[in-house]
């Protein structure tokens, strides 16, 4: 019903930069939150960045004045641009949405996973 696609990830150096999108599609009426979260190789996924649908935004710590989260609501997209990217910061990006489809469910979607990689 909804699908969330990926894009962005990529190998850059440390100090780097890159840009991450996700697109929403499919019977939405309405997505509320977005975010995205990362997971490194036997480690749980970890929330990097959130929105909600007034725009409000959570960093996490390790991440705070060098990600910026935003959305584009007419496009049904989400961005997070990385800036002086660490070696740290390796890992899976998996996008996420809360989402209300044309049948009125309330669903929470995950993207296929973008992987970014940091070398020193």
């Known amino acids: 019903q909804v699908q969330l696609v990926e894009s962005g990830g990529g190998l850059v150096q440390a100090g780097g930069s890159l840009r991450l999108s996700c697109a929403a599609s499919?019977?939405?009426?309405?997505?509320?939150?977005m975010g995205w979260y990362r997971q490194t190789p036997g480690n749980g996924r970890e929330p990097v960045a959130t929105?909600?649908?007034?725009?409000?935004?959570n960093y996490a710590d390790s991440v705070k004045g060098r990600f910026t989260i935003s959305r584009d609501y007419a496009k049904n997209t989400v961005y997070l641009q990385m800036n002086s990217l660490k070696p740290e910061d390796t890992a899976s990006y998996y996008c996420n949405a809360e989402v209300l489809t044309t049948s009125y469910r309330r669903l929470e979607v995950w993207g296929q996973g973008t992987l970014v990689t940091v070398s020193s």
């Open positions: 499919g019977r939405i009426v309405k997505i509320n939150g």
């Open positions: 929105i909600t649908e007034s725009g409000s935004t």
